[in-house]
């Protein structure tokens, strides 16, 4: 066993409203535990000056490093992503990669996420089970990626939002739903998401249609709360908003189109909010992608009253996530799609402590994941990252990106006495590209 000592670095740990000025981090590492008995975890999280026993229990097998100029978060989390997403959105469903190539597309996807500092994925939707298995091969130590908090496919009624993509399965009547539910929660569904309204995927939908009866969204609940799960829902529109809270529904996604009454209901029932700015602010991603005309008018002409729904929920202090319906590794003015989330959450209201408690503990209470990472707290599992500079007063140093750390073992660090080359998964000496750009 080797402990690690990151000393005289600003903490912001994801569970108190200021950072430590002066911190110590940390963690141990057994490289020898067998498969499974990972013991691997955070020792210490705090001041400097509440630790007395440093340096003299320092030995000569452990590790000390200067964080001086860095930050240390945890580890970040997007809430809203499709692994297997493919560039432009086709109007129609044509699967081009089949089931086993986009096995490996995804996984790849999840790989590049953990590299860009996202250490917890929850996949909004995707096809054919992949994401369950990627879910199981990054928890049982077979691979080195993001973890991936699962649903399955994106249960919709026949002809409703993304019924011309392979993440969707479409269902007719409470019954159908009810079953489909069940079927999900069977293979390992961390939650159940539905798609209720229209949105930006086809031409003949509206941004705010309701497309689920109130008796098929209550039968979803029904069964996911009786098996413990949260419900999910692609939402639109303010009524329909209303309607899936009033419902016992769970997370809101998106909400292009909302008023401060349902904000405040949200507040009041305890929802979740995943925000997807980056989806209505992302017009140069889309036309570079070559996006059907009518997906980048819909987002374009979504964008402003998008803004003003979430500073809605901002003021009313509904509990925010980030989430981007983009990949999460996908460049977009100058950052990442995930980051660049975390910017436009603070230019709708947030303060930048609250944006990165969105992109940390938020999302970890909504993930149910918040028992072992998304804080900095003594015996959690050590996901965090390191960034030049105080993202808590400047969200956008959350770009100077310099360590990243999942389950106490570094993915890859820029911090000197610290270095470790970035983990690359595709052919030595290749750049490590990321997002819908490439082409695979």
Request: charged content about 20%; some cysteine.
């Amino acid at each position: 066993m080797r402990k690690t000592y990151l000393i005289h670095g600003r903490i912001v740990d994801g569970v108190h409203d200021t950072a430590i000025e002066d911190g110590i981090l940390i963690f141990k590492t057994d490289l020898q535990a067998q498969q499974g008995g990972n013991k691997d975890e955070l020792l210490f999280v705090g001041s400097i000056a509440d630790y007395p026993n440093f340096p003299n229990e320092v030995t000569k097998a452990d590790n000390v490093v200067d964080m001086t100029g860095y930050t240390l978060t945890p580890g970040l989390y997007n809430v809203h992503a499709h692994l297997g997403l493919t560039m432009p959105y086709l109007p129609y469903r044509f699967d081009v990669p089949g089931v086993p190539y986009r096995s490996l597309l995804m996984l790849r996807r999840a790989c590049e996420a953990l590299n860009c500092g996202i250490t917890t994925i929850r996949s909004a939707g995707g096809p054919d089970d992949i994401d369950y298995a990627i879910r199981d091969a990054v928890e049982n130590e077979m691979i080195t990626a993001a973890r991936v908090v699962p649903c399955g496919a994106l249960n919709i009624a026949v002809g409703g939002h993304a019924w011309n993509n392979y993440i969707s399965t479409m269902y007719n009547g409470a019954d159908e739903f009810r079953a489909a539910a069940r079927a999900e929660i069977a293979k390992g569904a961390q939650f159940v998401k539905i798609g209720l309204t229209g949105g930006a995927a086809s031409a003949h939908e509206g941004m705010a249609d309701k497309q689920m009866t109130d008796e098929e969204i209550a039968a979803v609940v029904e069964v996911a709360h009786a098996a413990g799960k949260r419900v999910a829902a692609h939402l639109g529109g303010d009524k329909p908003i209303q309607e899936f809270v009033k419902l016992g529904g769970d997370s809101v996604e998106h909400a292009y189109h909302m008023e401060m009454d349902t904000a405040c209901l949200m507040k009041e029932r305890g929802s979740f909010l995943v925000a997807t700015l980056s989806v209505t602010n992302c017009h140069d991603y889309l036309v570079g992608h070559g996006s059907p005309e009518f997906q980048v008018r819909k987002l374009d002409e979504t964008g402003e009253a998008h803004s003003a729904s979430i500073g809605n929920a901002i003021k009313a202090g509904v509990t925010i996530c980030v989430g981007t319906d983009l990949l999460p590794s996908d460049p977009i003015d100058g950052t990442n799609a995930t980051v660049r989330e975390m910017e436009l959450l603070v230019k709708a209201g947030l303060t930048p402590m609250q944006a990165i408690k969105a992109a940390t503990s938020n999302s970890a209470r909504l993930t149910d994941t918040i028992g072992f990472t998304g804080t900095l707290e003594a015996g959690k599992c050590g996901d965090f990252i390191a960034v030049k500079g105080k993202p808590d007063q400047n969200i956008s140093d959350m770009r100077n990106l310099a360590l990243v750390s999942k389950g106490c073992r570094l993915v890859w660090s820029e911090v000197p006495g610290m270095v470790l080359r970035r983990y690359n998964p595709v052919v030595p000496g290749m750049d490590l590209g990321g997002g819908t750009y490439i082409k695979w």
